[in-house]
């Protein structure tokens, strides 16, 4: 009956979010997120779009996974990475001080034509993550309440994804994230009720849980979040580029209220991971399968409903940025309706591709993607802060570094970088290897700057 159900209430708000997105859309809308009166975004719209689309639903479920594991540290550790919004904010009031209308311009003024593909490239790489990872969430959810129908469901939720992003770009993203927002935060909000009210709830217990591993990695990783969270929002497109579409008034009013509503948000849907853990509950299938037995099925079709939701928010958000980074930074693809929904398409297979190669360890593709963004700490702090012009031999040296940092975590199982690597815990490693990209990153920078 659950998978039913399931597959009846979340087609509904699929069809929901197709007859919200515009019927009709202009270019600028596609790529700038305007709306057909060539109207920018309000307040409210750009508030709910920030917020479903980075409580997407891999962040749902590392943020469980980890109070599963972690107790509350495991959780608190990873909403530190919304703080984002708090770092990204203040960078975006920067650059548009600077009269920067992107990263981009920034960097491209600075580094040239180079300094702007290092910085391309990785987040092309972290769009690509995006789609995969929440497709990857979409065939786990499906595969737990249906064996076998979890790539079917990834094809059919990449198609209907795919249909209203390359439709209306930007704009319907922005339109269907109002939406899909609200249902969230309606669904969502009734299990948590349950949760907080259920016999069992004791917050005492919750907020001191250890965990079924000990809270040591946790409060490791909270460390780790804390030293990524500056360059963490710079590298995330979707962040960034509507950063740009508003008023600066608006803009920052829209950050600062992003910020504590996603991170009650990610805390919240933790406390279910925590709760599994002081339950006693088995950790099975990402969680999916505990929930499946600790709840009734309509709080644990709630969840799901949660889950999906924000799969498929951040799916059409993804889309509409990798339109615009291929099309207007790349320049790779004509600026026309058709050339961005070419782009869309190709991150789409991409991506769905992506989740037969086997791997669904979630948090890896944010750890990976965080420390290949550290190069721009050094860099914004030492140039857009402090003001200061840079060589850009120094640019490089950090973004080597980075990468360099992302491939030894990514590879640490490798014979080369496990002899380098401190043995430990692999949150342990990944502190080591932040701490050294800053140092190497810092030092580099500052080799090469001068008062500008």
């Not at 990695?217 to 500056?230: D, I, K, R, T």
């Not at 496990?418 to 190497?440: D, M, R, S």
Request: hydrophobic share 60%; with cysteine; charged share 10%.
């Amino acid at each position: 009956m659950v998978p039913v159900i399931l597959i009846a209430v979340f087609g509904a708000i699929v069809a929901a979010s197709l007859l919200v997105a515009p019927r009709r859309v202009s270019i600028e809308g596609f790529f700038g997120g305007v709306t057909s009166a060539g109207r920018a975004p309000g307040l409210w719209t750009l508030v709910l779009s920030q917020v479903t689309t980075w409580i997407f639903a891999r962040s749902l479920m590392n943020a469980a996974i980890l109070g599963y594991y972690y107790g509350i540290a495991g959780t608190l550790a990873y909403a530190a990475y919304y703080g984002s919004f708090l770092t990204g904010g203040f960078i975006v009031g920067r650059l548009r001080e600077n009269g920067s209308m992107s990263v981009q311009d920034w960097l491209g003024a600075r580094f040239g034509v180079a300094g702007n593909g290092c910085y391309n490239l990785v987040i092309a790489l972290r769009l690509l993550s995006e789609v995969f990872a929440n497709l990857l969430v979409v065939g786990l959810i499906f595969n737990a309440v249906l064996a076998g129908s979890g790539t079917t469901a990834i094809l059919i939720v990449a198609l209907m994804g795919l249909v209203y992003s390359a439709w209306g770009g930007l704009s319907a993203a922005l339109r269907t994230d109002v939406l899909q927002m609200l249902v969230f935060l309606v669904v969502f909000g009734v299990a948590f009720v349950f949760l907080v009210a259920s016999p069992g709830f004791d917050l005492g217990a919750l907020v001191t849980a250890p965990g079924t591993a000990g809270s040591y990695n946790g409060w490791v990783l909270l460390v780790v979040a804390l030293l990524q969270v500056f360059s963490y929002p710079a590298h995330d497109p979707v962040m960034m580029d509507r950063g740009f579409i508003a008023d600066k008034d608006t803009t920052r009013r829209s950050f600062i209220h992003a910020f504590w509503i996603s991170t009650l948000c990610i805390i919240g849907f933790g406390f279910f991971g925590i709760q599994a853990s002081l339950t006693g509950a088995e950790y099975e299938g990402e969680l999916i399968g505990t929930w499946a037995k600790m709840f009734p099925a309509w709080v644990f079709g709630a969840l799901m409903i949660s889950l999906l939701v924000s799969a498929l928010s951040t799916l059409d958000s993804a889309l509409a940025s990798a339109a615009r980074l291929v099309v207007e930074e790349l320049k790779l693809a004509p600026r026309s309706l058709n050339g961005g929904r070419v782009v869309m398409v190709g991150f789409m297979i991409a991506g769905a591709a992506l989740t037969l190669w086997g791997n669904a360890t979630l948090f890896d593709a944010v750890a990976v993607s965080g420390t290949a963004s550290m190069f721009l700490t050094p860099v914004l702090i030492v140039g857009l802060v402090m003001g200061r012009q840079m060589a850009q031999w120094s640019y490089f040296a950090a973004f080597a570094a980075a990468m360099l940092g992302a491939v030894a975590y990514f590879g640490r199982g490798w014979a080369l970088f496990a002899a380098i690597l401190p043995e430990g815990h692999k949150y342990e490693q990944l502190l080591v290897i932040c701490v050294v990209v800053l140092v190497a990153g810092f030092a580099a920078v500052l080799a090469g700057a001068r008062r500008g």
